[in-house]
């Protein structure tokens, strides 16, 4: 079935520092990506998503870019700032827009240290 | 706009007894999903509605737990008799619906269970 690999953690930055989180997937067809950020006490939210091969997803200068050759997600931002703290998770649905089931990876805890 | 509501968002029982989570969506969202958190994980979906209608419920363990979307808005999901092995988090999520290229799926904060 549909899995996703995700890099684990925890990673630990200084504030400025680049980020990476790995992501790979396996999936039968052709699943839409996405990355969502749990930050502390609070519930999963969207980060950014990609729906088809090199797309890239951005959003509060993160960027991911769906890599059908390499069946990756990377999350990537060039400068991570303390609130960027959080858990992130890659994800992958069989239809287009998510509306069926996510499968999610483990996550990734971030912290940023000022 | 309010989001998907959780309740409680702590739940502490002993083992064996029942326990039920509850769910408000977001207005106008018709899909509704229950998923399972366990500590260190990501969520797994338990349960999937569309409308009242349970469209995708293959991985929810139906000796123990149920679930109802009565009138097709708000959703219970009950464990009954819990397991020290069921203590984790309870998502709920909802969207608007199938089809589209918009179509996130926006989660609530969670029930926290804890069972002794």
């Known amino acids: 079935g549909d899995s996703v690999t995700q890099m684990e953690g925890p990673v630990t930055l200084s504030e400025e520092a680049f980020l990476t989180i790995n992501c790979t997937y396996t999936a039968t067809g052709y699943p839409s990506l996405f990355w969502y950020v749990q930050y502390p006490g609070e519930g999963l939210q969207l980060l950014l998503k990609a729906t088809k091969a090199d797309d890239k997803g951005s959003n509060k200068g993160f960027e991911a870019t769906y890599r059908k050759e390499t069946t990756s997600f990377h999350l990537e931002k060039g400068s991570v700032q303390v609130s960027d703290s959080a858990v992130y998770f890659c994800a992958l649905s069989e239809s287009q827009g998510g509306s069926e089931k996510l499968v999610f990876g483990k996550g990734t805890k971030l912290t940023v240290n000022p | 706009e309010a989001g998907v509501v959780q309740s409680p968002r702590y739940k502490i029982i002993e083992k064996k007894q029942p326990v039920a989570f509850w769910c408000n969506p977001i207005s106008g969202h018709n899909t509704l999903y229950w998923y399972l958190q366990n500590l260190g994980q990501g969520p797994e979906l338990l349960i999937r509605?569309?409308?009242?209608?349970?469209?995708?419920d293959s991985q929810l363990p139906k000796d123990r737990f149920s679930a109802e979307r009565l009138k097709g808005v708000d959703s219970t999901l009950k464990i009954q008799p819990a397991e020290l092995g069921d203590s984790a988090v309870y998502l709920c999520?909802?969207?608007?619906?199938?089809?589209?290229?918009?179509?996130?799926?926006?989660f609530g904060p969670g029930t926290r269970l804890t069972v002794l």
């Open positions: 509605y569309e409308n009242e209608e349970a469209v995708d």
């Open positions: 999520a909802s969207s608007m619906g199938q089809g589209g290229w918009h179509n996130e799926q926006f």
